[in-house]
């Protein structure tokens, strides 16, 4: 491999091709641990039960312990135990997720009051949806008037740079005592979570603006008022798209532990109740779920910010490979 | 071959000069005075200076580096406040940024955003042409720039010498009475400059405009200018108000004119004056770095 140099850049198939190996190297690795069977494998899985009274097929035992049981068997010239090198349950074979990804969807809840895989994640995006569309409201004006008027900046960004150190699930009890136990206090949270480092991010991107084009727009004789709907806000943009981009991702980071404030719902409630049976497999579908939403949504806005900017060079750039 | 004075104007380039000043005083400097306060101290950047413009003139002020000529072309535009004197821009004093001054900058400037034919509209936009008559003089501009076919390109895919004609495009659609402009060609290379020079006398000479330039390149200067603003720095004050000769219409050739040269001798004097003492001072004493024994010259 060549040597690596500061602000390389890559053919666009080769940067395609570690993109792809940015996901095959952790499944690989899952993969190995998972199939070679003296790759860790620290238990036994028990398929023949033997003459031991407390085994059981399917069982799991520590290897240590299922060794001396068939040393004893043969001591005593009783049927021995039989197994296979097996890993803890709570770590499920590649296969075993992948397919539980499809047959989570297709299992009906388990109980009466239960709520389909569907349903649930789709409880979980209109949480994340409402808080971070109520954030967005009251951070993304907030933050471009910071970052525009000095006077503004001053008299709210120390007390919100002090609020942003508050864990957001500290929030949650109180949440719950003023919001009530369904969807209010989960939304507060991630709204709580999200609007501090949204005015900050956001007030920081609209500081950053080339202040040569104000003075240009100044000489075209731009008033005040105009300055900020017709050069500030659309010089930002592009900036202000990317902030909502990595805040949104940040949001989906708050839902677990709102989710699990008040009554437990979405996709946790999932989550939780499959952890509680041991469905392994199910629990990790249902984390692989919400990277899959997440990273998905990202993807979606990244190539519609094409359309949306095209005088954007650096958006052109990081989807150049299309492009090109 | 002795040369002209500069002082000595040709006949009809003293005719010129004698109907330039008959027409009305657009820009007047009165004492103006510039102090920036830092938290290093104080600096005079503009002391004193004054100065009148008359209507479709073209003064270029010229200047060593850090004499001011940027504070002074950004207090004519109302981007920066003096500490004492005053601008009078057809009489009023000069108080903000206004439609009345365009100004072009040395970076490129143009709203990203917007197309080419949208860039032009924007200042006619800001004060409240119609969208249709907006769109209607920027396509005008744009013929005249010739860049009509690039009306709805955005600005990154012009080169450098495009973006400034749009530019300057821009701020004449306002209709401004003055167009300032910062040293506008200086990130171009050569021929793309000589370029421009010629573009912008062209359009200088098509409409009613004023233009106060701000250049380092002293030829540049004597190729548009009708008259040259001389400054010196530290501070930065007026060293001489210089009508320049050379006769009109200008072209490339006449750089070699004795008119010309006899100018540029004269900027040269007052912009690097003879290093004072022997020229120790100005070339100290290297010390030989390299042990190849071989001299280069
Ligand atoms: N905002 C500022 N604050 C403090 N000092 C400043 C400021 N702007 C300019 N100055 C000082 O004023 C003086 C004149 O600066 P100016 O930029 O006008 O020079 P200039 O003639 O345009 O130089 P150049 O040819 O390099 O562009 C310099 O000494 C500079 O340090
Ligand atoms: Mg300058």
Same mark, same amino acid.
């Given at each position: 491999m060549a040597a690596l140099r500061v602000g390389q850049s890559l053919a666009p198939r080769t940067a395609r091709r570690l993109a792809l190996l940015s996901f095959v190297l952790p499944l690989l690795l899952w993969s190995a641990v998972s199939y070679i069977p003296f790759v860790w494998h620290p238990l036994i899985l028990i398929t023949d039960p033997g003459d031991v009274d407390y085994f059981q097929p399917g069982m799991r035992m520590d290897r240590a312990d299922f060794r001396t049981e068939v040393a004893h068997a043969v001591a005593a010239h009783k049927p021995v135990p039989q197994g296979v090198p097996a890993n803890p349950?709570?770590?499920?074979?590649p296969h075993a997720v992948f397919l539980a990804l499809f047959t989570a969807f297709a299992t009906p809840p388990a109980t009466q009051d239960g709520n389909w895989l569907h349903e649930s994640l789709w409880h979980s995006i209109q949480v994340i949806f409402w808080g971070f569309v109520i954030s967005s409201i009251l951070g993304v004006p907030l933050g471009i008037l910071c970052g525009a008027y000095a006077p503004i900046s001053k008299l709210s960004e120390p007390f919100v740079e002090f609020f942003r150190y508050l864990p957001a699930p500290a929030f949650g009890a109180l949440a719950v005592s003023i919001l009530g136990i369904y969807d209010g206090p989960k939304i507060a949270i991630i709204v709580i979570g999200t609007f501090f480092q949204q005015v900050l991010i956001i007030a920081n991107t609209t500081r950053k603006l080339d202040f040569s084009l104000v003075e240009a727009a100044l000489t075209l004789g731009t008033d005040q008022r105009r300055m900020l709907t017709r050069v500030v806000i659309p010089a930002i943009l592009p900036d202000l798209y990317r902030d909502q981009r990595i805040l949104l991702g940040w949001a989906w980071t708050y839902l677990i532990v709102a989710e699990l404030i008040g009554t437990t719902s979405g996709i946790t409630w999932f989550i939780t109740q499959q952890a509680r049976y041991q469905h392994f497999p199910n629990v990790y579908a249902g984390i692989a779920m919400i990277g899959i939403i997440g990273f998905g949504t990202d993807a979606l806005l990244g190539l519609l910010a094409r359309r949306l900017f095209p005088w954007e060079r650096s958006i052109a750039a990081q989807f150049g490979a299309s492009t090109a | 071959m002795t040369l002209p $004075?500069? &002082? +000595?104007? =040709?006949p009809d380039v003293r005719a010129r000069f004698e109907r330039l000043k008959a027409r009305d005083v657009i820009l007047q400097v009165e004492h103006l005075t510039k102090q920036f306060e830092t938290r290093a101290g104080r600096t005079l =950047? &503009?002391? +004193?200076i004054s100065f009148t413009t008359h209507r479709r003139e073209f003064l270029c002020i010229v200047g060593p580096s850090g004499c001011g000529k940027s504070t002074l072309v950004r207090i004519l535009a109302g981007l920066d406040r003096q500490s004492a004197g005053a601008v009078l821009l057809a009489g009023k004093p000069v108080t903000g940024p206004g439609a009345d001054r365009g100004m072009v900058f040395q970076g490129y400037t143009l709203f /990203?955003?917007?197309t080419v034919k949208r860039n032009v509209m924007f200042g006619l936009e800001m004060n409240n042409h119609g969208r249709a008559e907006a769109e209607r003089e920027a396509l005008q501009w744009l013929d005249l720039i010739g860049l009509g076919r690039y009306a709805e390109a955005y600005p990154h895919q012009l080169s450098g010498g495009m973006k400034q004609r749009v530019a300057i495009a821009r701020a004449l659609a306002n209709q401004p009475r003055i167009l300032l402009m910062d *040293? /506008?060609?200086? =990130? &171009?290379d050569a021929q793309t400059r000589a370029r421009m020079q010629s573009y912008l006398l062209e359009i200088w000479r098509k409409i009613d405009i004023t233009i106060v330039f701000i250049t380092h390149d002293l030829d540049e200067a004597i190729f548009l200018a009708d008259r040259i603003l001389v400054l010196k720095a530290n /501070? $930065? *004050?007026?060293a001489e108000l210089i009508e320049v000769p050379v006769p009109r219409p200008r072209h490339p050739r006449q750089f070699a004119g004795p008119e010309f040269r006899a100018t540029k001798d004269r900027l040269e004097a007052l912009i690097h004056p003879p290093a004072l003492g022997d020229d120790a001072d100005a070339y100290p004493e290297m010390p030989r770095l390299t042990n190849v024994a071989d001299e280069v010259e």
């Open positions: 349950i709570y770590l499920p074979p | $004075g500069y &002082l +000595d104007l =040709a =950047a &503009l002391n +004193d /990203p955003w917007l *040293e /506008p060609f200086s =990130a &171009l /501070p $930065g *004050e007026v």
